[in-house]
């Protein structure tokens, strides 16, 4: 274990890298990650819950004790501070920095520099980051900061360790799931790093065992919901092949950025590791590796016990299920404390071969290269979001919303701007179409017996798939997302007459529904068979229209 005083340049490398990388997060309007918004719609219930100028009384109710809620707990709390949009950039912005000061607390803990920590800099800004991930985000910082007390927990078990290690399981639970898998994985190896005594062993395994209970009492409450006709039911699970997993390392890692980008990103880290890995193999530290079976185990596994957790982690990327209960991306949540245990286990320790002056360079180049390459992102997100924030006042409140993403190409960006349509709840509330309320885990979720699964479910696919005569009965308010002037005045042509026009602001439209409105708490009706005409058949025939009237360029009557 490092001795390395917190306040010497090595140790608070980490905390500087990761408060640059969480800057952009703070000074941009609102952050290019495709689902937080999606979030934001669930704190602005959570915020306005019980307030009838907001919602419908029944509308929502709360959905407390399930996993992945950390995030929404701690922001709903600081929103009444800062108001909705601040208190959730900083929960993002405050995990972001968690995420590189955790890596560098675990690497002190490890004996290792903790300049190896920067090398976790794509874990706060890269592919979770993009996605919108927040509780993964989160669920690092937490991990990186509980694995140190999980060990110590090993090394001298007590009653005491055993509260502890319980309350990092349980904050783990509530941070991300996955990460208390991996938390309990590394008990289980910190267990098997010790002489096997009944005692001892039990009372090292008891974090392991709160967090099966933890994990077994929530599936059995997520089958319950799961199984009734209120919650939909599950998707299937969905494997990938191991290849297909191994082709997307490089931009699991960094985000879907372009493959020049995403390539010089991947080859920097690798490259860093690989440095800090041939400093060990230098000092000779591997000398306690034989090739044949070590005896005793137990030695072996505890000098070896954070590369071990780590290839278990990196199995589960490879093996465990890419779709499982209406979830997408589940074995790749497990990529990353694979990538960040073995880039700091890899580091040589301080005390034999403190870190090079080059690899400090590629540690610290990485979390740069990260903001230049990204940078882009942030002003196309801020540029869209502060358009969008015009519009939002006249949307009227306590309506039901649904959006259409009229763009056949996103261009260069990599995040999903028309998401942003959830960003009205905190101030007008209401419900749109599709929101992180319908979870089965959300803290706020909608009351089953007012879900719109029909027209959620075709819509899901393109929301070109909406069918102006029907739907307009159910959503007061359309917000049409294109970057294209020409298709977006297709669109809202073919939107005409159920719908007309009520404002402009840059890439956005919006337009209100000219039909009856069923109340925002009515159950699902019953659409007719067959549905009448689709948004995209309407906006085929504006364009041929358009074409034919030499309005297209380049277009003759």
Request: proline fraction near 8%; glycine fraction near 8%; charge should be neutral.
């Amino acid at each position: 274990m490092s001795t390395t005083p917190w306040w010497k340049t090595s140790a608070v490398a980490p905390v500087i890298a990761g408060t640059f990388l969480a800057l952009p997060t703070l000074i941009t309007a609102f952050p290019p990650m495709s689902d937080l918004p999606l979030h934001v719609g669930v704190i602005g219930v959570l915020r306005h819950l019980g307030d009838p100028a907001y919602f419908p009384p029944d509308l929502y109710h709360l959905n407390l004790g399930h996993p992945n809620q950390l995030f929404h707990l701690v922001a709903w709390a600081l929103s009444y501070l800062v108001g909705v949009d601040w208190a959730v950039k900083l929960v993002v912005a405050g995990a972001q920095v968690g995420i590189l000061a955790g890596g560098g607390r675990l690497a002190r803990h490890m004996g290792v520099s903790p300049w190896a920590a920067l090398l976790l800099s794509p874990l706060a800004l890269g592919w979770g980051y993009f996605w919108g991930l927040v509780a993964n985000l989160v669920g690092f910082a937490v991990l990186f900061f509980a694995l140190p007390g999980l060990d110590r927990a090993a090394d001298r078990p007590s009653m005491r360790g055993i509260l502890a290690s319980g309350g990092w399981m349980v904050l783990l639970y509530l941070a991300h799931e996955s990460v208390m898998v991996v938390a309990a994985s590394a008990v289980l190896v910190f267990t098997l790093g010790h002489p096997l005594r009944a005692k001892e062993t039990m009372m090292r395994l008891a974090p392991l065992g709160i967090a099966v209970a933890i994990f077994f009492l929530h599936l059995a409450a997520q089958a319950r919901l799961a199984g009734s006709a209120e919650a939909g039911g599950f998707a299937a699970t969905e494997f990938h092949s191991p290849l297909t997993n191994l082709a997307e390392v490089p931009a699991t890692l960094t985000g879907p950025l372009d493959v020049v980008s995403r390539t010089a990103l991947f080859s920097l880290a690798m490259a860093g590791i690989a440095l800090f890995a041939a400093e060990r193999w230098r000092a000779r530290e591997t000398q306690a590796l034989r090739l044949h079976w070590p005896r005793p185990l137990a030695p072996f596994v505890h000098r070896f016990r954070y590369e071990i957790v780590a290839v278990l982690s990196g199995i589960a990327f490879f093996v465990a299920p890419y779709g499982m209960a209406g979830g997408t991306m589940f074995n790749q949540r497990f990529y990353h404390p694979a990538y960040a245990l073995l880039a700091l286990a890899l580091a040589p320790q301080v005390t034999r071969r403190p870190a090079s002056l080059l690899n400090k360079l590629i540690a610290a180049t990485l979390p740069l290269g990260l903001l230049l390459v990204d940078w882009p992102q942030f002003e196309e997100s801020g540029r869209s979001a502060r358009e969008l924030d015009k519009l939002i006042p006249e949307i009227a409140m306590s309506s039901s919303v649904a959006y259409i993403e009229a763009d056949i190409d996103p261009g260069d960006r990599i995040f999903n701007a028309s998401t942003a349509a959830c960003r009205l709840m905190p101030e007008r509330g209401g419900r749109v179409i599709f929101s992180f309320t319908e979870s089965i885990i959300a803290p706020a979720r909608l009351d089953p017996r007012f879900r719109w699964d029909e027209v959620r479910a075709r819509m899901s696919v393109s929301s070109l798939d909406l069918s102006p005569p029907y739907d307009l009965h159910l959503f007061r308010y359309l917000l049409v997302h294109s970057r294209t002037p020409l298709l977006a005045m297709v669109t809202t042509k073919a939107l005409e007459p159920e719908a007309h026009v009520v404002d402009t602001s840059g890439e956005w439209t919006l337009l209100e529904s000219n039909l009856p409105l069923l109340p925002l708490d009515s159950p699902q009706p019953r659409p007719p068979d067959p549905l009448p005409a689709f948004l995209r058949t309407r906006a085929l025939q504006v364009l041929k229209r358009a074409q034919a009237e030499g309005i297209v360029p380049g277009a003759t009557r």
